[in-house]
């Protein structure tokens, strides 16, 4: 859990006390240069009852003898949903959301508070968010070029509803010697409360004339067990046919464990190897070029045999874009199967997905309007089931300026199909209007957007459910300097549901935002 607003406080005039002392010599003899930066956004909202809310961000930064220093701050503030940890005078809850503190000297740097973790890769973290400390240091010995980076706190990942926090300690040491040849070695050690994570490992990259080759180990060990799993990845690009092709491979091993369920081991191993090309094609006189792209895909579990079956997944996929004269299509096709080994098989499906884009810009007399298109046909066939779902998808957006009206709209189209007769449909539009009414000091708009969901039965055809929705809104902009704009809008939201749209809402409320900036 993160420390009460009063520790963080505390820990932050902590940390400005023991800067401002290591540098007494530096502040005597030279003069500090401070900018204070931020803004301040009041947020009110209004419906039922009237409700404001409030965030300030904040930077400070100056120069002390040799240290560059940094400090940032967000607070927020609210009438309603105030946390516990706020700061409560009235109706009104201030909180200190994050806070930052840095300073840089050469090659030497410490960040605490809100920051991420710079090193580690995807086989160690799913996000790289800590609420701690990190320290770096480097420095040359001769061609051989070293940053060593150390870091511990709190690492909080989001995924959907859940949430998951570990406290982190480690660090990674890096060298690169000469232009063609790096090595790094990096580890860590994750806790959640009487669980432990040890891992750790290395990669290296090296050039060998027009060929670059990278690879990277990884190990880990979780609690007390004794089993040892670990990752191993490499990889190459070189240039061949007028483009880039790249290749690479990954084994992981059945017991490794990582804080990335992404990467992280299944019983058997797991293997996989990619490949692609990209590279141009064509290259016209005046500019226009068509570039392709193909990717290929192994993967497969049960790599060790200890399992009854094995499960292998294929995977191809093209793409062609082509650019002439302001133009730009680009045309997609993906092929994926999925299937088992044993008899007989419990998967068998097959994934063929069709895809075309446009960017077109047209002139209306001395107006462009900009247009954009986009249409796909994924259509899904599971052999074991015997089902196969079809989805198609349209969407288009222009958008213009006609005198000093500026016009954006939006639409969307999709119809999802099943083969046992179900099929729903939605629909969306938006539009966005606004212009200037005083120049620069006023300006109005209006939004609108327009929902149509539907379901229908699988024999008749009938709708059997319904979701038609509809909002526009009325805005106003005040600027009357660059540092204050003041936006006023009212809003309206009808919504009619059931089969025969029998139910029917109707909401409007008001809302305000005034935003300083100095």
């Known amino acids: 859990m993160r420390a009460s607003t009063k520790a963080v406080l505390m820990a932050v005039v902590a940390v400005l006390a023991a800067i401002l002392g290591i540098c007494v010599p530096a502040i005597c003899a030279e003069q500090p240069q401070w900018k204070l930066?931020?803004?301040?956004?009041?947020?009110?909202?209004?419906?039922?009852?009237?409700?404001?809310?409030?965030?300030?961000?904040?930077?400070?930064?100056?120069?002390?003898?040799?240290?560059?220093?940094?400090?940032?701050?967000?607070?927020?503030?609210?009438?309603?949903?105030?946390?516990?940890?706020?700061?409560?005078?009235?109706?009104?809850?201030?909180?200190?959301?994050?806070?930052?503190?840095?300073?840089?000297?050469?090659?030497?740097?410490?960040?605490?508070?809100?920051?991420?973790?710079?090193?580690?890769?995807?086989?160690?973290?799913?996000?790289?968010?800590?609420?701690?400390g990190v320290a770096t240091a480097g420095g040359r010995l001769g061609p051989v070029a070293g940053t060593a980076t150390g870091f511990y706190g709190m690492n909080t990942v989001s995924s959907g509803l859940s949430i998951s926090t570990h406290k982190l300690a480690g660090g990674a040491v890096e060298a690169s010697f000469g232009r063609n040849v790096g090595l790094a070695v990096q580890g860590m050690r994750a806790m959640k409360g009487e669980r432990q994570l040890d891992m750790g490992g290395a990669r290296t990259w090296l050039r060998l004339g027009p060929v670059n080759?990278?690879?990277?180990?990884?190990?880990?060990?979780?609690?007390s067990s004794s089993d040892l799993?670990?990752?191993?990845?490499?990889?190459?690009?070189?240039?061949?046919?007028?483009?880039?092709?790249?290749?690479?491979?990954?084994?992981?091993?059945?017991?490794?464990?990582?804080?990335?369920?992404?990467?992280?081991?299944?019983?058997?191993?797991?293997?996989?190897?990619?490949?692609?090309?990209?590279?141009s094609v064509w290259r016209g006189k005046n500019g226009g070029n068509a570039h392709l792209g193909i990717t290929g895909r192994l993967a497969a579990d049960n790599m060790d045999g200890s399992l009854a079956a094995r499960t292998a997944k294929q995977s191809g996929e093209g793409t062609l874009t082509l650019r002439t004269g302001g133009w730009l299509l680009k045309a997609g096709y993906l092929l994926a199967h999925e299937g088992s080994d044993e008899e007989p098989p419990a998967r068998d499906k097959t994934s063929r997905v069709a895809s075309l884009e446009a960017a077109v810009p047209l002139r209306l007399g001395a107006n462009v309007l900009d247009?954009?298109?986009?249409?796909?046909?994924?259509?899904?066939?599971?052999?074991?089931?015997?089902?196969?779902?079809?989805?198609?998808?349209?969407?288009?957006?222009?958008?213009?300026?006609?005198?000093?009206?500026?016009?954006?709209?939006?639409?969307?189209?999709?119809?999802?199909?099943?083969?046992?007769?179900?099929?729903?449909?939605?629909?969306?539009?938006?539009?966005?209007?606004?212009?200037?009414?005083?120049?620069?000091?006023?300006?109005?708009?209006?939004?609108?957007?327009?929902?149509?969901?539907?379901?229908?039965?699988?024999?008749?055809?009938?709708?059997?459910?319904?979701?038609?929705?509809?909002?526009?809104?009325?805005?106003?902009?005040?600027?009357?300097?660059?540092?204050?704009?003041?936006?006023?809008?009212?809003k309206g939201l009808w919504g009619w549901y059931g089969p025969d749209s029998e139910k029917k809402d109707f909401d409007r409320y008001l809302e305000g935002q005034v935003r300083f900036r100095f």
């Not at 080759?213 to 609690?223: F, P, Y």
Request: glycine residues 12%; proline residues 3%; neutral net charge.
């Open 371 to 490: 247009t954009a298109l986009r249409g796909s046909r994924s259509t899904t066939v599971d052999d074991m089931s015997g089902t196969t779902v079809v989805l198609d998808t349209i969407a288009l957006a222009g958008s213009a300026v006609v005198g000093q009206t500026s016009c954006a709209a939006k639409a969307s189209w999709s119809q999802s199909a099943k083969s046992a007769g179900t099929r729903k449909r939605d629909m969306e539009c938006t539009l966005s209007l606004s212009r200037p009414v005083i120049d620069k000091l006023l300006q109005a708009g209006l939004d609108a957007k327009a929902v149509d969901s539907r379901s229908f039965k699988p024999e008749s055809g009938e709708i059997h459910s319904l979701k038609d929705a509809l909002e526009a809104a009325l805005w106003l902009k005040y600027t009357p300097r660059p540092f204050v704009e003041a936006v006023a809008k009212v």
């Open 37 to 132: 930066s931020g803004d301040s956004l009041f947020k009110v909202y209004w419906q039922t009852t009237l409700r404001v809310a409030n965030e300030t961000n904040l930077i400070a930064g100056g120069v002390l003898g040799p240290l560059n220093l940094e400090g940032r701050l967000r607070l927020t503030g609210s009438t309603w949903g105030i946390p516990s940890d706020a700061i409560v005078i009235g109706p009104w809850g201030e909180r200190l959301d994050k806070w930052t503190v840095s300073a840089r000297a050469g090659s030497l740097s410490l960040q605490l508070g809100d920051t991420i973790v710079p090193v580690l890769s995807g086989m160690y973290l799913a996000g790289r968010s800590l609420y701690g």
């Open 213 to 223: 080759l990278n690879a990277e180990v990884a190990a880990s060990r979780s609690g």
């Open 229 to 279: 799993g670990w990752v191993a990845l490499c990889g190459a690009q070189t240039q061949v046919l007028g483009g880039m092709l790249s290749v690479s491979g990954q084994y992981t091993e059945a017991d490794f464990v990582s804080l990335n369920s992404a990467v992280a081991g299944k019983a058997g191993g797991i293997a996989e190897a990619t490949a692609a090309w990209s590279g």
